[in-house]
C-alpha cells in the first residue's frame, strides 16, 4: 500500500518542516494523537513521522480498542483508517459521536469515490485523506484540525448550547448531545463544523448571522480557509433539514449578509 505522494528519497529526511510550535497546547503539553491502523508498517511509519514533529501518538489497530481507550483518555485528534478490521472507521467514527465524543477525526482510506468522502464526513468525520498523500498534506491537515478545535471552548466557539437541549426543524429534532439529526428513529451525526454553524443558527432564531460569524465559530482557530466552506456546510445541512432544499424554509439565505434560522 502506498503512503507517500513523493517519489525517490525518504521524504522525511529531504523535507523542510514549519516550526513545531502549534504540536504543544498552551501548558506545553504536547498534543496526544490516537493513530488507528492495522498496517503495522504505515503504522510504525506515521507513528515515526507525528512522534518527531513533536506530537505524543498513542498507537492501536482496531477501532473497538479505540473506544474503549477514548473514554478512559481523551486524546486531541484521532487519525484512523476506514478499512480497519471487525468495526470499520466509518462505523467507529459515527459510535464516537452518537457516545458525545467531539474530538476531531481525519479519516485516511485507500478510497477515494466521491460518495465514500462524503459517507465519512456525514459519520462525522472533520477530514478526509486519501492514500497516497506526502507527509507535508497529512502535517499541515492534522495542525489545522487542532487550531480549528482544540483550546477554543465551546464547540461552537461562540454562546453555550444546553448540551441536553433538543430543538425541532421540521421533521428533525437537533440533539446536542450526541451532535446528531434525528428523524423517525434515523440519525444522522454532524460533522465539528455543521455542528457549530448549526448551533450558532439556532442559538440565534430570527437573526441574520453573517457568514464571517459562521466561519468565526466552526474555524476559530484556522485562517486559510474561506467563506465557501460556510456555504458548503450549509448546502449539506439543507440537503438533510430542508423538503426543498433549493427553497429553503428553515435555513434561509440573507442575500449579501450571511443565513438565518427560521424555527
Known amino acids: 500500500m ?9 521524504p522525511i529526511s529531504r523535507m523542510r518542516f514549519p516550526s513545531q510550535r502549534s504540536t504543544t497546547m498552551d501548558n506545553d503539553r504536547p498534543y496526544h494523537l490516537y493513530l488507528v491502523e492495522d498496517d503495522l508498517a504505515l503504522q510504525d511509519m506515521l507513528s515515526s513521522y507525528l512522534g518527531k514533529q513533536g506530537f505524543a501518538v498513542t498507537t492501536m489497530t482496531k477501532a473497538e480498542e479505540m473506544l474503549q481507550r477514548v473514554s478512559e483518555t481523551r486524546p486531541d ?9 471487525g468495526l470499520d472507521g466509518l462505523d467507529a ?3 464516537l459521536r452518537a457516545g458525545g465524543h ?13 460518495i465514500d468522502r ?8 472533520d477530514d478526509y485523506l486519501s492514500k497516497p498523500f506526502s507527509t507535508r498534506e497529512l502535517l499541515a491537515r492534522v495542525r489545522a484540525l487542532l487550531r480549528r478545535t482544540a483550546r477554543q ?3 461552537n466557539g461562540g454562546s453555550t448550547i444546553d448540551p441536553d437541549a433538543t ?14 439529526l434525528q428523524r423517525h428513529g434515523e440519525m444522522r451525526i454532524l460533522s465539528t463544523v455543521e455542528y457549530a454553524i448549526l448551533a450558532e443558527l439556532v442559538l440565534n432564531p430570527h437573526a441574520a448571522i ?45 442575500r449579501g449578509h450571511g443565513y438565518v434560522f427560521v424555527p
Open 153 to 155: 471552548g465551546p464547540v
Open 118 to 125: 462524503v459517507l465519512g464526513l456525514e459519520m462525522g468525520a
Open 210 to 254: 453573517t457568514r464571517e460569524r459562521l466561519l468565526q465559530v466552526s474555524h476559530p482557530k484556522t485562517g486559510d480557509v474561506t467563506l465557501r466552506s460556510v456555504d458548503a456546510s450549509i448546502v449539506r445541512l439543507r440537503k438533510t433539514l430542508e423538503p426543498e432544499p433549493s427553497r429553503p424554509r428553515y435555513i434561509q439565505t440573507v
Open 167 to 180: 430543538v425541532r426543524i421540521g421533521e428533525h429534532s437537533f440533539v446536542a448531545a450526541s451532535r446528531s
Open 93 to 95: 467514527c459515527r459510535r
Open 102 to 114: 467531539d474530538m476531531p477525526v481525519m479519516l485516511v482510506t485507500a478510497r477515494n469515490d466521491e
Open 77 to 85: 485528534l484521532i487519525l484512523m483508517d476506514i478499512g480497519l478490521p
Open 2 to 10: 502506498t503512503l507517500w505522494a513523493d517519489q525517490g528519497a525518504d
